[in-house]
């Protein structure tokens, strides 16, 4: 069965950072591309970030780029993103899901980790 | 606002047929497949419909998806209470080098 859990939300002051992390098990890992995907509170879906399955390769939405950074440590199969410079409207909760690349084909979700960005 | 478009609502009563729609331009639909997502509340996303028109296996007959042009439509038919969530389309953008949802509808089973 596939799963994935994020972790490392909370509440963190603007300008600030915050590195989420997403613990995958019940595939193999370094086969699949990764995503992040946000919902601010009240709203719609919205892409954030991507990666191969190598981690050669890096994509990012342009509200984020120069903020936020992905990674991933297939050794662990974990997949990361580093927020810098966090703003009010990054406030979301932050999904982590399996992505085909070049496609808006999301197959499984993490059940959410908080992001509030607030003084 | 999204880039792609979805009335923000949509209802019906047990065991009608409805659609959603989902607007978009040759960048993004209609130039590449269609995914649909469903959130019941308080949960995560869920791929309901991939590639246009294709179901992943434990999603029911009942939802089925179709594309043209620069639009695409989900139909539910055989409304069950259960099927109260909210709907989001998603796509490629060529344009934006990037996936793009729609802003989502809320389905009530009235």
């Known amino acids: 069965e596939v799963q994935l859990l994020e972790s490392g939300g909370g509440l963190v002051q603007p300008g600030g950072s915050l590195r989420l992390s997403c613990a995958a098990s019940g595939f193999t890992f370094t086969n699949y591309a990764m995503s992040w995907v946000r919902q601010a509170p009240g709203k719609g879906l919205e892409w954030v970030s991507g990666i191969s399955g190598s981690g050669g390769s890096t994509y990012h939405a342009d509200y984020v780029k120069g903020r936020f950074t992905i990674s991933r440590d297939n050794s662990k199969n974990t997949l990361y993103l580093q927020m810098n410079s966090l703003r009010a409207e990054d406030t979301a909760i932050y999904y982590c899901a399996n992505w085909v690349l070049a496609a808006a084909d999301f197959d499984y979700w993490g059940q959410g980790t908080l992001v509030t960005v607030s003084s | 606002q999204s880039v792609l478009t979805q009335p923000p609502s949509a209802s019906g009563t047990p065991g009608q047929r409805v659609t959603i729609s989902c607007s978009g331009s040759?960048?993004?639909?209609?130039?590449?497949?269609v995914y649909w997502y469903q959130q019941l509340p308080g949960t995560a996303p869920k791929l309901l419909i991939f590639r246009n028109n294709q179901r992943p296996s434990g999603v029911p007959a009942r939802f089925s998806g179709s594309r043209s042009g620069t639009s695409a439509s989900l139909a539910i038919s055989g409304l069950r209470s259960e099927d109260e969530a909210d709907y989001y389309c998603a796509t490629w953008d060529d344009s934006l080098s990037g996936p793009v949802f729609g802003g989502g509808a809320k389905l009530t089973v009235l």
């Open positions: 040759s960048s993004n639909i209609g130039n590449n497949y």
